[in-house]
Structures are given as structure tokens and as C-alpha cells.
């Protein structure tokens, strides 16, 4: 039913479940309402799928917007779960494939130590001890530790959400211990030696906190998984991975439409109804996700009277997380002469993480960077003869936010030059000689792009208070309406933020089943 302000001959159609916004979250959710016979409409404000999974064309370069690599891929004899998602949409193994990556990462520092770190557990564990004799106990330990984690997550996994918390206490107690240690903790329990948690540490970036502060079960469960099943990076880039994702969706039924900006949730007697776009139109409904940050979808989407008090509690109470700077490079040199010998290089100008983190509040001097080399992995990613670099960092929005309109673009060039100044001084020190195209994103591009507050590219931070096990669920403020993104579940990151999508679906119909709207 149409509240009565509202005119009828607007009402364009209604579905059971209306998606705001095709980010991976939205995705996620929406493909496997699909895979379950309901029927769906996305709405995406751009006119292409995806969120930050996207690319764009400087030059003669096609650069990938974000994705570095997936961890929950594996192989068709070790399949991970995003894995068996995409086999049963359809999109595995005929229309999409993946390279391998061949190597964890790359870890350089400023004192001239460099050390490449293989993947696989038993590799993994073997050149840690091969480069830490000294620590082979803890590390053994601690690799033990990491397994029972793995093992825990699948059981809890394989439960459908139905086990007790006493149930995962008894049969895998490393779970909930390690969701209430910061890893600084957690290594307090193994090691000694600081380059070694260092080196182990080294994509600490990838959830951006460093581990004094950082949840030890988002750390544990992201190498886990890496080990586990590897790393795998798309043919075609990010863009080939939604646009198959959107692909089966539709062949499953869904409807989505794009340049579709939804302006505001339409609601009646306190539960959601429908939603309204910003041309006027209309959509009626009977459940929305949301894959919208939960703040805007509350605080700006919603009618203020519809939203409860403790949600809004709930949603402002956690710390928002950094943003990022990205450098664009396209080179006119083989990444081979360029010295890039690894996908992920990470180049510290110390071993003190907590120092490169505080450098994240500043504009000055960036201590902490990773350098993306895409040839490596594939070759044809970009024309012959040339190489497609990322260095990425982190930064805090509220600091770009605050800058004057006519220091912006000086302050962007210089901390983009400092970025390629890390790689000259460790890596590659003719770099410049072969710079082509260079294109730098600043945490106002990501918010520009996203909308995303302080253009977090994380959400909220994953703290001790707020991690995996703690943070925004997948229900939202009011009957009806549901979350997903980076925000909610188990935070940032492609694979579990699809993973949080499939997770919504799921709430979605435990509720329908129970009548909870």
C-alpha cells in the first residue's frame, strides 16, 4: 500500500526485496536471494556494477580500482567457499577464471633487509622458521593456533547458525580467545622477536590497524585464509568478477537497473515499504538491503522518527576506520627490469607499526605503503613492454577534509611523490626514468566515488571492542530493512564482504520464516 502523500501513478513496481546499491555487499545478497528463487531488484546509482571493484583508462593503461587479490578462492581440489559460491551461480569455471598469485608477499624496509614470504601453511611455516631459527617453538605454536582458528570458523561455518556459544567454547576454544585479544597480545603469547612479528604482520595494512590495537581474529582468520587457499586475482581485473556476478543474477531472474540513486526509504507503520528514487520514482517492497553505509542509510535515508534510539547508538558508537592514497603508475619498462619481483611488496621505513600508523594522521611522510606490480601475475594486463604499479597507504579522511580547496592538489602531488620516493629508495631506483602515466587518489576520491563517511574504505575499525564477532549485524535499524557492505559482519575486503552479503540473505529468510515483519 502507498501512504497517502504519496502519488500511486509514481509506483514503477514492486518485488519482495529491493537492493540499494551492486558494491560487492549488495551483490552478495542479491545473488543468493536469487539462487533461492526470490525475486530481487538492484538499484545502483552508477552506471556499471561493483562499488570499489572497478577500473578505469589513463592512457594506455586500463588500472584496476582496488582489488589486490581474493583469499577464499583455492583450487577445484582445495575449493574455498567464495569458490563453491561462484560454481553455484554458474560463473565458475566457464565464465571466469583466475590467475594464481605465487607468492604471499614481498617485505622490504629501509635497512635494506628483504624477504619474500611463500604462501601455503607448510611453506609458510618452514621459511619462518628458516629465517627465525631462534623463534621455531612460538612459530610452530603460533601456526598451530592459526589451524585451530581455520577450524573453528568452519565449524561454526557448517552449523547454519545453529550452535551455542558454549558449544564453539568447548570444541574450539582459540576462537573466542582470540576475538578478545589486539594481536599485540596474541603474539605476546609466542614471540620475542620484533622484526619477526614485523615480517608476519606485514598486511596489517589490509585491515588498517596496527596490531596494539588491532582484533587478533580478523588478523589470524585473513592469513588463515590466505595460507589455506591461496591467493587468486581475476582475468579481466575486478570489473570481470561483478559483471559475471551480475551476469548470473540476472539469468536467475533478478532485475537491475542502473543511474538508479535511491533518495529515501519509504516506510509505514514503523517497517519498510518501499523506497523512493531521486527522479521521483517510485518502488514498493516488502524487505530492503541496504548496501549503503548504515549511518547514511539511517541517519539520512530513513524517516528520523522510524529510527530507534539504540541502534543509533549502535551505529556511531565504533570508531570510523582509515581511508586510503592510491598512486596510479603506469611504466614504459618490464616490471622484470623494474626490479618488481613479487605481486604485494610491502616497503616499511621501520619495523615500529604503531609509528606508520601515527603517520597516517599526517600528511608529511608516508612510512608504510604497499606496491601492487599486476604483471606479475598477469602479463597481458597492460601493453607489452610496460607495467601497471599501485601504491597504496593509508590516511585518515578527516585529515584530507579539513584542507584548504587551493593546498589540495599541491598536497596530493607531493605525498604521492613521497609514495614513489619509497619505491626508488628500496626497489626500483630508476623508477622515474619510466613513469608514463601517474594518477593519484586521495581519501576525498574514494569518498566522492563511495559516499562512504570520511571515505573509509574498511568501515569501522576492528578493534577489541569491535571486531568480526562484534560488529554491526546484519539487521537494520527497523523491521524489514537489512545491512551490508564493509561496514557490517566481518568487515572491508572483497571476500567477506560478499561473504556479509550471503550472510543478510540468510537473516533475510530466517525472518520471513518467523514472521518477523
Excluded at 607468492?103 to 624477504?115: C, L, N, P
Excluded at 565504533?318 to 619481483?341: Q, R, W
Excluded at 551490508?484 to 530466517?510: D, E, P, Q
Aim: aromatic content about 12%; hydrophobic content about 40%; charged content about 20%.
Amino acid at each position: 500500500m502507498v501512504p497517502k502523500n504519496f502519488d500511486e501513478s509514481r509506483v514503477i513496481a514492486k518485488f519482495p526485496v529491493i537492493v540499494i546499491g551492486a558494491g560487492l555487499g549488495g551483490l552478495g545478497a542479491a545473488s543468493q536471494l536469487a539462487l533461492s528463487g526470490e525475486q530481487v531488484l538492484i538499484l545502483e546509482k552508477h552506471n556499471v556494477p561493483g562499488g570499489f571493484a572497478t577500473s578505469f583508462v589513463r592512457g594506455r593503461f586500463e588500472f584496476e580500482g582496488a582489488l589486490h587479490e581474493l583469499s577464499d578462492i583455492g583450487t577445484p581440489d582445495n575449493k574455498g567457499s567464495l569458490y563453491r559460491f561462484l560454481e553455484r551461480l554458474g560463473v565458475i569455471p566457464d565464465k571466469l577464471k583466475f590467475n594464481r598469485v605465487p607468492e604471499f608477499y614481498r617485505s622490504v624496509y629501509y635497512d635494506g633487509y628483504d624477504v619474500t614470504i611463500p604462501l601455503g601453511i607448510e611453506k609458510y611455516t618452514n621459511k619462518l622458521v628458516e629465517l627465525f631459527p631462534h623463534e621455531e617453538k612460538g612459530i610452530l605454536e603460533f601456526m598451530e593456533m592459526c589451524k585451530a582458528v581455520l577450524a573453528g570458523i568452519e565449524f561454526v561455518a557448517s552449523k547454519g547458525g545453529k550452535f551455542s556459544p558454549q558449544e564453539v567454547l568447548k570444541e574450539h576454544p582459540w576462537l573466542p580467545r582470540v576475538s578478545g585479544l589486539t594481536l599485540s597480545e596474541l603474539y605476546d603469547k609466542f614471540f620475542e622477536d620484533k622484526k619477526l612479528i614485523s615480517v608476519i604482520s606485514q598486511p596489517w595494512g589490509y585491515i588498517g590497524l596496527p596490531p596494539e590495537r588491532m582484533n587478533a581474529y580478523a588478523f589470524v582468520a585473513m592469513i588463515i585464509f590466505y595460507l589455506n587457499w591461496g591467493a587468486a586475482f581475476p582475468l579481466g581485473r575486478s570489473h570481470s568478477l561483478t559483471s559475471a556476478i551480475v551476469e548470473a543474477f540476472e539469468n536467475l531472474g533478478g532485475t537491475i537497473r542502473f543511474n538508479s540513486l535511491v533518495d529515501r526509504i519509504l516506510t509505514e507503520n514503523g517497517r519498510v515499504i518501499g523506497v523512493e528514487l531521486l527522479n521521483g520514482d517510485i518502488y514498493l517492497c516488502d524487505s530492503i538491503i541496504s548496501n549503503v553505509n548504515p549511518i547514511c542509510t539511517t541517519m539520512k535515508m530513513l524517516p528520523p522518527e522510524d529510527v530507534p534510539d539504540s541502534y543509533k547508538k549502535k551505529i556511531y558508537a565504533p570508531e570510523i576506520g582509515p581511508s586510503g592514497f592510491s598512486v596510479y603508475v603506469g611504466l614504459n619498462a618490464s616490471y622484470k627490469e623494474l626490479g618488481l619481483t613479487a605481486h604485494e611488496h610491502f616497503i616499511n621505513k621501520s619495523y615500529d607499526m604503531q609509528e606508520a600508523f601515527q603517520a597516517f594522521r599526517q600528511i608529511e611522510e608516508p612510512k608504510y605503503i604497499v606496491a601492487a606490480c599486476y604483471n606479475h601475475i598477469d602479463e597481458t594486463i597492460s601493453p607489452p613492454g610496460t607495467t601497471q604499479l599501485v601504491l597504496t597507504t593509508l590516511q585518515m579522511g578527516k585529515l584530507w577534509e579539513s584542507i584548504a580547496p587551493d593546498q589540495y592538489f599541491s598536497l596530493k602531488d607531493k605525498y604521492a611523490d613521497k609514495m614513489i620516493a619509497m619505491v626508488e629508495d628500496t626497489i626500483s631506483p630508476d623508477i622515474r626514468e619510466y613513469i608514463e602515466v601517474a594518477v593519484a587518489a586521495t581519501p576525498l576520491t574514494y569518498y566522492r566515488y563511495s559516499k562512504n563517511f570520511e571515505g573509509a574504505i574498511y568501515g569501522t575499525t576492528q578493534d577489541v571492542t569491535n571486531g568480526p564477532m562484534l560488529r554491526l549485524k546484519s539487521r537494520g535499524a527497523i523491521p524489514g530493512l537489512y545491512q551490508v557492505g564493509a561496514w557490517t559482519n566481518f568487515g572491508g575486503g572483497f571476500s567477506t564482504t560478499i561473504l556479509g552479503g550471503r550472510i543478510a540473505a540468510g537473516m533475510y529468510f530466517k525472518d520471513k520464516k518467523e514472521g518477523r515483519w
